[in-house]
């Protein structure tokens, strides 16, 4: 079995499962923009997300000899571990519930902000828990300063999405010459608009909208799956609150389940590797996807259509991207514990600086702040910037597990 022992090794474990959790929400964020169903999406994301947990199970769980403390990951599945497997497995449910929100919440409240919301969350509750569960071993002058510095991105995060919400008021407003003094165009009357206008100026909405109009936005509108127009925030925020929530508690059930720092193992019984630890988290992440989404092809929520098995099965149009952002994610999730276990859960909670890696395919791909003004485009940089010494400031708090 192969352990990561070193800090350097621990940190390159944080980084990259940085880029890759940051990475498959842009994905799926990018299907459900182009119109495929968010229940299509996720049962083919949860298919090889489980798949990465069983090839790391299989690689690294499996490399070298195991010993009697250590031993490798198919030899732990015959003993009595089950305290800890059920920790594990409570884990990978919070995580599942968590993951299935904010496919919602992303299209209510953006992919930048509702992974700061969520991430923020995670830190404050997450890595608290984690520092006293891992007995101290993360340094407090400097990782609470780090929680800290989250809280401020949060803070320029939400005047972000209150700044930026406001650019878009004033473009959808003045967008058109058939609604009312000053009515806010905020739902399917939009779309409606935009389509006479077309038709009047003899001209085809096959050209493609620049970022940030207010022609973007309603073509955005009327393309995405999970249509937004006319609904409160309040819906979305509920979403996102409660995936962080749910963020928040995987990693500290995690780190029971490997650390056993309540004493729930029988004598002589070995903690849980990190690879199986990961495995049972996965395969409960994966059944309880399978049974929500199934139940949402035939009973959708927030108005989506109906679908089907059959239909599922039959809709290839962005299969291929929904199952890279499956591995993305669990090789994300994977070397995030890697890293946890050698330099502290606390400071693996360093990945949570994600919404870095979200806000750039969000620019870079959604065009989100695009033609956006001065005061958003400084409260995103000062975002951006707390975030990243936030990431510098969690990862120089790690300690090592003896």
Request: net charge neutral.
């Amino acid at each position: 079995m192969y352990l990561v022992e070193s800090k350097g090794g621990a940190i390159a474990c944080m980084l990259l499962a940085l880029v890759f959790l940051g990475t498959w929400p842009a994905i799926l964020t990018l299907l459900e923009r182009r119109g495929r169903l968010p229940q299509h999406t996720y049962l083919d994301y949860t298919i090889t997300n489980l798949l990465a947990a069983v090839i790391i199970a299989f690689t690294f769980g499996e490399i070298g000899n195991g010993t009697i403390e250590k031993p490798n990951f198919l030899n732990q599945l015959s003993q009595d571990n089950w305290p800890s497997v059920l920790f594990a497995m409570a884990g990978g449910i919070v995580l599942s519930l968590g993951n299935l929100a904010t496919q919602y919440a992303w299209a209510f409240v953006g992919l930048s902000v509702t992974e700061v919301i969520t991430s923020s969350i995670t830190v404050v509750i997450g890595t608290t828990l984690n520092y006293f569960l891992d007995d101290k071993i993360n340094k407090a002058e400097i990782l609470f300063p780090g929680v800290g510095c989250f809280l401020i991105a949060v803070c320029f995060g939400s005047a972000v999405h209150s700044s930026n919400a406001a650019d878009n008021k004033k473009k959808l407003t003045s967008f058109s010459d058939d609604t009312k003094d000053g009515e806010m165009i905020n739902d399917a009357h939009a779309s409606e608009t935009y389509a006479k206008k077309d038709l009047e100026n003899g001209s085809a909405s096959n050209e493609k909208a620049k970022f940030g109009t207010a022609h973007f936005l309603i073509e955005l509108e009327n393309k995405r799956a999970i249509k937004v127009f006319g609904k409160g925030t309040l819906i979305g925020l509920s979403i996102t609150f409660f995936a962080g929530f749910c963020f928040s508690l995987f990693s500290p059930a995690f780190n029971l389940a490997t650390n056993d720092q309540w004493n729930t193992l029988k004598n002589g019984v070995p903690h849980l590797s990190v690879y199986t630890a990961f495995f049972y988290f996965s395969v409960s992440c994966f059944v309880i996807a399978i049974i929500l989404n199934i139940t949402f092809l035939y009973k959708p929520v927030l108005n989506l259509p109906k679908s089907s098995i059959k239909a599922y099965l039959s809709d290839w149009e962005g299969r291929w991207w929904a199952l890279l952002a499956g591995l993305l994610c669990g090789f994300g999730n994977g070397l995030q514990f890697m890293g946890g276990q050698a330099a502290g859960y606390a400071a693996a909670d360093a990945v949570q600086a994600l919404p870095l890696v979200s806000t750039f395919w969000g620019v870079l791909l959604f065009g989100e702040y695009r033609r956006s003004s001065r005061k958003t485009y400084v409260l995103l940089i000062g975002m951006l910037s707390m975030f990243i010494v936030a990431v510098g400031v969690l990862m120089a708090s790690s300690g090592h597990r003896k």
